[in-house]
């Protein structure tokens, strides 16, 4: 059983994924944007995070580089984008992860990539551009 927190501003997404994971056996805590997120993650460390790209007030990739950046524990919790962004091959090369779905995904496409990163537990490692000289 993992400590799984979503967050996802659709929130019919957010039920179906909730109700698939713990009905797996986990335990599903919810945020509904990047904002909401970095709350949740100041309450509860999960074993995973799911995290959509686009969203209001704080987007998924910049609520990974809070993670990232707050560098207390909260930058090792693998994250899983979900999302249906074009390039979101690109997106999570810059979050710096390996663990990606793109819409339309299947639940079971779902449940088994977060089986594999929560076996794996390979956090993010965020691509930081450098500036021209």
Same mark, same amino acid.
């Given at each position: 059983?993992?400590d799984?927190?979503?967050?996802?501003?659709d929130?019919?997404?957010a039920?179906?994924?909730e109700?698939a994971?713990t009905?797996?056996?986990d335990?599903?805590?919810?945020a509904?944007?990047?904002?909401?997120?970095m709350r949740?993650?100041?309450?509860?460390v999960?074993? *995973?995070?799911?995290l959509?790209?686009e969203m209001? !007030? &704080?987007d998924g990739?910049?609520? +990974? $580089?809070?993670?990232?950046?707050?560098?207390?524990?909260?930058?090792?919790?693998?994250i899983?984008?979900?999302?249906?962004?074009v390039?979101?091959?690109?997106?999570?090369?810059?979050?710096?992860t390996?663990?990606? *779905?793109g819409?339309?995904?299947?639940?079971?496409? !779902? &449940?088994?990539?977060?089986?594999? +990163? $929560?076996a794996?537990?390979?956090?993010?490692?965020?691509?930081i551009?450098?500036?021209?000289?």
């Open positions: 059983m993992a799984i927190l979503i967050v996802d501003d929130i019919d997404l039920d179906l994924l109700e994971l009905d797996h056996g335990h599903v805590h919810r509904f944007d990047g904002v909401g997120g949740a993650l100041a309450n509860d999960p074993d *995973l995070v799911l959509d790209v209001p !007030v &704080l990739p910049g609520m +990974a $580089l809070e993670m990232f950046v707050h560098n207390c524990g909260l930058e090792r919790i693998p899983v984008l979900l999302s249906g962004v390039d979101l091959q690109r997106v999570a090369a810059t979050v710096g390996p663990y990606y *779905l819409k339309p995904y299947s639940l079971r496409a !779902v &449940l088994a990539l977060c089986e594999r +990163a $929560l794996e537990r390979m956090p993010p490692t965020p691509a551009e450098r500036p021209h000289a």
